[in-house]
């Protein structure tokens, strides 16, 4: 059974950075999405089972970096100069196959989400 738990999330200032984690009970290709209250849940980064391809969604592009260590089954995503409108709660998706996948309901096992509130 696929089990992913996030950790990592926080309230931070505007600019400053924060690292979430993806804990997961195998390798597998994973996401990250966010979705903020009222809103539609979001791609965020998408990163591949090799760890050697990765996509992002324009909006983070350059600010945010999707890694893994596999030794540990772990996923991360380094997040810097945070803004407000990242405040959003994060999940981590996972799917078995080893390409990237950039839409939700490609990811059939999800996290049960960390919150990240950054202010002004």
């Known amino acids: 059974q696929v089990q992913l738990v996030e950790s990592g999330g926080g309230l931070v200032q505007a600019g400053d950075s924060l690292t979430l984690a993806c804990a997961a009970s195998?390798?597998?290709?994973l996401g990250w999405f966010r979705q903020a209250p009222g809103e539609e849940r979001d791609f965020v980064a998408a990163i591949s089972w090799s760890g050697g391809s990765t996509l992002y969604a324009d909006s983070v592009k350059g600010r945010f970096t999707a890694s893994r260590d596999d030794a540990k089954n772990m996923v991360y995503l380094q997040m810097n100069s945070l803004k407000p409108e990242d405040t959003a709660v994060y999940y981590c998706?996972?799917?078995?196959?080893?390409?990237?996948?950039?839409?939700?309901?490609?990811?059939?096992?999800w996290g049960q989400g960390t919150q990240v509130t950054v202010t002004s």
């Open positions: 998706a996972a799917e078995v196959g080893l390409e990237i996948r950039r839409w939700g309901y490609e990811y059939p096992y």
């Open positions: 195998g390798r597998y290709t």
